[in-house]
């Protein structure tokens, strides 16, 4: 039995792929055209420009993908964080012009903090029924243990789109598409965001009016597990304890991982 709403969602997900009640392709109807629109705006700042010009990268870098594995080959890598959010849409909105049949629901893999923020796992929850995932939840001592585990249960799955960007640890000499190495599990991992900055992910959540998870508006600007995850110092309301501005403040790379003790 499910044995927490989490679990318990996945499993009403799983029940809901095997009758086919649901379709994909409407809500990446949707999304294609919201993105268009925002790739057809004359907009008048430099930071909006940027954006649309990241945008049409990754889309292109999306396209690449899905023309070198199908459908049951692709999954995403999806925690409710701000980066793996946008790759969502934008993965969700190539979708709509793909030539081949949909499925129901998007694969995709959430690896669970050891010590996950309530409010992450809400919003996991929430953002999943939204965006129609199938969701499969893994914990275990190490990232590349949960991996593993998933790709045992998804024998089919090659290539897992990541929201990683350049500036998060260990994304310095990424690429676009980059095999595994290391003694990890063998999969492509494919990197639609990763010359995305920081503050170009909130310019492009906030302009599009996506929703995101609640911990942003408490200074929290890097989600990770709450014995390690704190708001961000450089957020602090001065002369006022423990308050903080909303993450979409913070503008620099090098400040957003302030918040996190590793």
């Known amino acids: 039995m499910p044995e927490n709403a989490l679990d318990l969602h996945i499993h009403q997900q799983n029940a809901q792929q095997l009758d086919g009640s649901d379709s994909l392709r409407p809500l990446c109807a949707q ?59 934008l993965l969700l909105a190539s979708l709509s012009t793909h030539s081949a049949p949909l499925p129901p629901l998007l694969s995709s893999v959430y690896i669970v903090s050891r010590h996950p923020f309530p ?33 045992k249960e998804r024998e089919n799955v ?24 290391g003694g990890w599990p063998s999969f492509m991992r494919c990197h639609p965001m990763i010359d995305w900055h920081y503050a170009e992910i909130w310019t492009f959540v906030r302009h599009l009016n996506i ?15 709450t014995l390690d995850t704190h708001p ?13 501005r ?10 957003e991982r302030w918040g996190r003790d590793r």
Do not use: W
């Not at 004359?42 to 010009?53: F, G, I, N, S, Y």
């Not at 919003?123 to 991996?147: D, E, G, P, W």
């Not at 350049?166 to 190495?181: A, C, I, K, M, V």
């Not at 961000?232 to 903080?244: C, H, I, M, S, Y």
């Open 119 to 151: 409010q992450v796992d809400d919003f996991v929850i929430s953002s999943s029924r939204r965006y129609h995932l199938s969701l499969s939840r893994h914990t275990n001592s190490s990232m590349k243990a949960a991996f593993a585990d998933y790709l």
């Open 31 to 89: 999304l294609y055209a919201q993105v268009q629109a925002f790739l057809q705006e004359d907009v008048q700042t430099e930071r909006l420009k940027k954006v649309q010009a990241q945008t049409r990268i990754s889309l292109d870098v999306i396209k690449d993908a899905l023309n070198r594995y199908s459908l049951s080959e692709i999954s995403l890598s999806y925690n409710g964080g701000k980066d793996c959010l946008v790759l969502l849409i």
């Open 211 to 225: 929703p995101y998870c609640e911990l942003y508006d408490q200074g929290y600007t890097s989600l990770g597990g």
């Open 158 to 181: 090659k290539c897992i789109f990541v929201g990683t960007r350049r500036t998060d640890p260990h994304g310095e000499n990424l690429s676009f598409f980059d095999l595994t190495d």
């Open 232 to 244: 961000n110092p450089a957020l602090k309301v001065d002369g006022q304890e423990a308050r903080f």
């Open 246 to 255: 909303p993450a979409y403040e913070l503008e620099l790379d090098e400040e």
